[in-house]
């Protein structure tokens, strides 16, 4: 009779549907902040062309779109870099109903509302072509666009916006947790593992700041370093370090009147060697679960703060942003402007908590 195997701590982890659902959310919303613009329907940057006709349209909304070349047009070739960047368009996008071609002249009907158009008429030197290949302009200059997640107030793609939005709040999330863990295993290293002095100072710079509210905390740093993409980062990866300080002080206080540790000393090995090759090695399960904790705190700072008007400044689409421009649309019948970032950062806040939760409980971390 064959005995059952154990089963593994990763076993364990990876055995919950919660958690499956949750690292698959995780790694679609990283893929898609990582390819958003070859993704996203509008590409330009910060997915922000404007057509202003097609405002606040459902779902589904479909129009044919005719580009019309700029007067100022972008001559650079395309790089690599505008994967990442986008790539600003050489033309407007002029929504239409029908078009057709008189002599050397573009005759469209200009769709400006539901049962609302105008007659516009174009040279066809403008796009340097003849009326007698329509069948070859039509595929160079008309778009046939589906929205499907339907346009906001200013007749941007909602569905662009929320894929270059993602970017934001895994940046956040990611740079606020290296920067509060960096700072936080610093000084609680020292705090826990000195004692003394280095603890009582360290302990009242934790106290002090843990009285201050985090919002305020952050508006304070804000006002002072300015508001923007970068900043807004900064700031709250500099108001999350204190609860990692704290739990590090902790784990190192009990670590370091372990055997082993008595050893290293006695071997003459520096209590820096100490610190960072003996002890952090063996906290590191409490330091992914306060990981995953700061990133979904930082998501929602990120988005109260946007909301608020001081995170990302336009036109850099940010989910708590988008729900700014659109939270009063709640009240008509065109509520999922607003909603649906508003599901996007529930989902991902949902998901580094769900993962919390599971490393918390797979690695038995008490304290």
Known sequence: MKSKRPITAGGRFFRKPSVLLALAIILLTCGVALFAYPLAPDNTPFANRMVIELAARSPGFKKQLLLVPKQIRQTAPKRWTDWFSGRPSDYNAVPINGYRFTNDKLIVRHYIDDDLED???YPLSLWNASGADPAGFSRLYIQHRTFLLGTDRYGRDILSRLLVGARVSIAVGLVAVLLSLSI??????????????????????INLLWAIPTLLLVFAITLTIGKGFWEIFIAIGLTMWVSAARLIRGQVMVLKEMEYITAAKALGLSDIRIIFRHILPNIAGPLMVIAASNFAAAILIEAGLSFL???????QPSWGLMIKEHYNFLLTNRPLLAIIPGIAIMLLVYAFNVLGNALRDVLDVRG
């Open 119 to 121: 007659t516009l008429r």
């Open 309 to 315: 008007g001081i995170g990302v400044q336009p036109p």
């Open 184 to 205: 936080g295993i610093v000084l609680g290293s020292l705090a826990g593992y000195f004692g003394g002095w280095v603890d009582d100072i360290v302990m009242w710079i």
